[in-house]
């Protein structure tokens, strides 16, 4: 899944539009302010407030705690995962418009509210590699980029961010009403490393960017090949999380 077709499709959306666009004044995209960024600071503070995550998964968790009881009942392959925000409005629909419409003026104010969550950029200016989690060639033909890329190309320097070695080998059944550990052995060898450059990743530390955490279950799977290949130390990066039902 690499070479010239891969490259193409990689290539970030932003550079389909001239970059003085991206400058021109605007509305808010959620209370219609204006002149205004895509989205306004009083919308950013209102909409995704500082909360208190599980340190492993990024699940809400009352005050006192660090940790949730799944991830103490089984650590996860993660040694750290933030998440700037919650998966309920207006964040579900400015993703959309971003994932599936093609947005590419979503990508940058994204990614700052990524960065500016607590503990996101020691993470980042700490790692050796950010890796976006992969699409399948399937849907990278299908959508034509890959978003958790366009984040983490606005999250990292070049040099750190790396499209293609991590690679998604398979799509997977609807994960929909599985347990964790259904939703686990479902993607079993969903994921795996570029097979020319599996030891780049040995002795490393390596933070995974993606737009939206469900369960958990795919950030997991990936995390735990890059721990199988001698990753040392694995931060998971997203934009939003869905909060598993109270």
Known sequence: MSGPWLTGLLRPISSLRPAWLAHLPSQCAVCRAWPSRRMCDDCVMRFAPPTLRCRTCASPLPDGLSQCGDCVKQAPPLDACMAACAYVWPWPECIAQFKFRGDAGWAAPL??????TPWVEPALDACDLVLPMPLSRERLRERGFNQAYELACRLAPKRKC??????????????SG???????????GAFALEPL???AVQGKRIVLVDDVMTSGASMFSAAQVLRTAGAVHITAVVLARTDPPS
């Open 178 to 188: 599985l347990t964790r550990a259904e939703r686990l052995r479902n993607l079993q």
């Open 111 to 116: 990614a700052t509210l990524m960065r500016s």
């Open 197 to 199: 450059r599996a030891t």
């Open 162 to 175: 790396d499209a293609t070695l991590l690679l998604r080998t398979r799509e997977t059944t609807a994960q």
